[in-house]
């Protein structure tokens, strides 16, 4: 089995340097089991995330060069805000430092204590958004996505007799909008069809409900409709990601991940009155509305990448480096969540760790057991990121209790993808001697950011 064939070469090489057995054991003890305190020099091949971890081209270097760093009407604004035009097909535009900066002014405009915002599946930070103004997130993905062994080809998908079961019990104007993830992150990177964005259009103008996407992986989501739904099959990337927001009333969006750059954020909409008001806020928390916590040249990299991360070779190339990965995986027996995402294998740690309780965090005994044995770091996606239920204090155990290996973008080459995954066919051959964890610090926000852990003896 071969990898695909990169749809460019290399200009530029970063060096890495794979430490010792020694330091790797030091190391994850410093970090206290949690990947995200671990030092990026002790981390030999970093699958971490794919956000704002990219490989810029050369014409998105360049095009930093041509950064107008005034604070005010910098042309590199005009074209960023030209590309989500064209690109998205979007007409307003609101410029953020990151993602998590258009949640913020998005959710904190539409959300109003007591609200309910049903989506399909939760992410970490969209969640704690709509929490912060007095919401509640409520899960309305089809029950496939709950299951990693289960290949329904579109596992993104939202299950309308769920989303119709709160508006039935809470009432119509309880619901703020309805939040459509692509590509969905915590399921896998499992993308929703087309077919069900635009049911999903027609439900909601039953009930004047807004739907705003969170759109961070769409050109991700735009390939897996071209290679699996009937009719777009040689439908150009553009076009497909034009209907997709065609269904919706805006959306967030994180640049770190589809535009292939290192930071960058905006909202987008056609809803004059929530781009007047985001607008306006927009000076408030991230600066002035032609830059938003952005410098000239980000914005020309975000509107230039914005463009090629649509270019279907390279869209082809990057599925299929993560395919590639996956499938040696499977191979070897290794429990995977399937169909094989977008952005990132997930492995299944309650399949692979079953010796474990779910109180002995077996996701996060993983990806600090990976990191130990051959310094690749990866991402605990399970209980641990979930956190508490905010009225009992409760933790919640989630059915998918993942660990991430997230290919940053034109960034690896295909040995990287097999060195990684004969060290994680290796460690699972020896699963049974690895030890569980029990958390010893806890913040109170985002704790998987900042949490501390210690091994409990087998
Ligand atoms: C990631 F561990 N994702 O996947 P920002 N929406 C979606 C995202 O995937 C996303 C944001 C909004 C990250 C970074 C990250 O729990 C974590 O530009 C679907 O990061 O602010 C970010 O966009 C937020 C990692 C975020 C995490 C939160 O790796």
Not at 108 to 126: C, D
Not at 322 to 334: D, F, S
């Amino acid at each position: 089995m071969n990898g695909p064939v990169e749809p460019f070469k290399i200009k530029v090489v970063e060096p890495v340097n794979l430490p010792s057995e020694e330091r790797r054991k030091e190391a994850i003890r410093e970090a206290g089991f949690n990947t995200f305190l671990l030092l990026s020099e002790d981390v030999f091949i970093d699958l971490l995330t794919d956000s704002g971890t990219s490989a810029m081209s050369d014409n998105q270097w360049a095009g930093m060069m041509l950064g107008d760093e005034a604070y005010a009407g910098s042309k590199n604004f005009y074209n960023l805000e030209k590309a989500v035009q064209e690109v998205l097909g979007y007409k307003y535009m609101v410029p953020t430092h990151q993602g998590r900066g258009a949640e913020h002014l998005m959710y904190s405009h539409l959300v109003k204590p007591g609200h309910l915002v049903p989506r399909n599946m939760y992410f970490t930070t969209s969640k704690l958004h709509v929490e912060l103004p007095g919401g509640k997130m409520v899960d309305v993905i089809i029950d496939e996505a709950h299951d990693p062994e289960n290949l329904h080809p579109f596992k993104g998908n939202v299950d309308f007799k769920k989303l119709q079961k709160y508006i039935d019990e809470y009432g119509i104007d309880k619901i703020a909008f309805v939040n459509v993830e692509m590509d969905v992150n915590m399921a896998g990177g499992q993308p929703i069809s087309m077919q069900n964005l635009r049911e999903l259009r027609e439900f909601c103008n039953d009930y004047k409900l807004k739907i705003i996407y969170d759109a961070t992986r769409s050109s991700e989501n735009a390939y897996f409709i071209r290679e699996r739904e009937k009719g777009y099959e040689d439908t150009p990337i553009i076009n497909i990601l034009n209907e997709m927001m065609s269904y919706s009333d805006g959306c967030i969006y994180s640049s770190k991940k589809d535009c292939l750059v290192n930071i960058g954020g905006f909202l987008a909409t056609n809803d004059k009155e929530i781009f007047e008001s985001t607008r306006n806020m927009v000076v408030v928390y991230e600066g002035l509305h032609t830059y938003g916590g952005m410098a000239g040249r980000d914005m020309e990299a975000v509107a230039r990448g914005l463009r090629e991360g649509t270019q279907y070779e390279y869209l082809k190339y990057r599925v299929n480096q993560v395919r590639y990965l996956g499938e040696l995986l499977m191979k070897a027996n290794v429990p995977i969540v399937k169909p094989i995402g977008g952005h990132a294998v997930f492995l299944n740690a309650l399949k692979f760790l079953p010796h474990l309780s779910r109180e002995q965090w077996p996701a996060q005994t993983l990806a600090a057991a990976i990191y130990e044995d051959s310094a690749v770091r990866t991402m605990e996606r399970g209980a641990i990121s979930k956190g508490r239920d905010k009225e009992t204090g409760q933790n919640v155990f989630p059915k998918l209790e993942l660990v991430r290996l997230t290919i940053p973008r034109r960034v690896y080459t295909n040995s990287h993808m097999e060195y990684t995954a004969n060290s994680i066919v290796n460690l699972y051959n020896k699963r049974d001697t690895i030890p569980g964890l029990k958390m010893i610090y806890e913040p109170q926000y985002l704790r998987f950011f900042q949490a501390r852990f210690e091994q409990v003896p087998l």
